[in-house]
């Protein structure tokens, strides 16, 4: 897959936490909330996962709408920015885009294991790797960073509510099995939430995640680091 990171965008990854919040609250605003403009053939999950501060880094790509494997790419070496609340994405974004580098398809869609829109800045992970790319992206949370569910969510799976956070929508408390605890969807980039909640169900099936991520997740988690 080829990455391409526009020159606006581009930033230097070592820097101090404040240099890293400043650099989310430029890139948030370059964040669009818009509809999908392709159809969706292959959705590709990105996750990593870390052990004593080194990083594997995980892109799988699904077709759709089996949901069948394509590919698989890994990535692994050292982390080095620290572990801060809300600064996820300094700590793993530069693993995962050398992991997409080394796909041989282009996927229509991304989704992550983290927050988009849904973070105190705006710029979660997802926000932050669909900016870089200028690609459609979702972030699907398995927990809230911030915002407050509005409403009592029902148990039926489809279900969801939106997330708001200081008077603005910035994603939705989805229910993807029936009495499983909820999901946190949220608008990465170049897609809107109603899709995102869309896409986050048709991409989810016996599990509680969607299995772009629950297989990346998996795969991060092997044991041949």
Request: hydrophobic share 40%.
């Amino acid at each position: 897959m080829r990455v391409e990171i526009p020159s606006h965008c581009r930033h230097p990854w070592d820097v101090t936490p404040e240099e890293a919040r400043a650099i989310q609250v430029r890139l948030a605003a370059r964040v669009r909330e818009e509809p999908l403009d392709r159809a969706v053939a292959t959705v590709a999950g990105l996750d990593m996962g870390v052990r004593r501060e080194r990083g594997r880094a995980v892109a799988v790509v699904l077709a759709v709408p089996s949901l069948s494997l394509v590919e698989s790419a890994v990535w692994e070496g050292p982390i080095h920015f620290p572990y801060v609340p809300g600064l996820l994405s300094f700590r793993e974004v530069p693993g995962l885009l050398r992991a997409l580098e080394r796909l041989h398809t282009e996927p229509d869609l991304l989704f992550t294991d983290s927050q988009g829109r849904a973070h105190p800045r705006r710029l979660g992970l997802a926000s932050h790797l669909g900016v870089l790319l200028d690609r459609p992206t979702i972030g699907v949370a398995k927990a809230r960073l911030c915002g407050q569910p509005q409403g009592e969510l029902p148990e039926l799976r489809g279900a969801w509510v939106p997330l708001v956070d200081r008077g603005q929508v910035i994603g939705a408390a989805v229910r993807t099995r029936p009495g499983a605890k909820p999901v946190y969807v949220s608008v990465g980039h170049r897609i809107t939430l109603a899709e995102a909640v869309e896409w986050t169900l048709r991409c989810t099936t016996h599990y509680r995640l969607p299995e772009p991520t629950r297989l990346a997740d998996r795969l991060s988690r092997s044991s041949g680091r």
